[in-house]
């Protein structure tokens, strides 16, 4: 059973686990171990109450970890031996549904301050003086 935070988990019923040869780091172990590891999360087929507006947001911030049937892939092979990997997966997977849960702040509209009108337009002033004293009156040629 994965833990993702006090309310949620994840039963170990359906996750599916798959393993392969690994290109990572592992010398010659590597064409003799899989450890490589692939976790597959049926997403339609899941009993955990997960709100549908934080599936979209996992979408959109991760729409290389869905397939095409709406299933959750995620591999690992960055260690050297399967548990890590395995584990990694894990860790991965839950840091994709904490991101998704994390409801975005609406931005609030807000006009400058008086104070900023003025800078702004002192600012304004104080350059258009220095470009003016830059020109040339006339053409004396």
Known sequence: MIAIDERLTIPDEELMWSYARSGGPGGQNVNKVSSKAALRWRVAATTVPIPLAAW????????SRFTADGDVLITSQEHR????????????????????????????????????KRRRLADKKQNSAKKQSRRTSGHDD
């Open 56 to 63: 979209a947001r996992m979408k959109k911030a991760f729409p």
């Open 81 to 116: 031996d399967q548990d890590r990997n395995r584990e990694a997966c894990v860790g991965k997977l839950v840091e994709m549904i904490l991101a998704g849960l994390v409801e975005p702040t609406v931005r609030k509209k807000t006009k400058p301050g008086k104070g900023a």
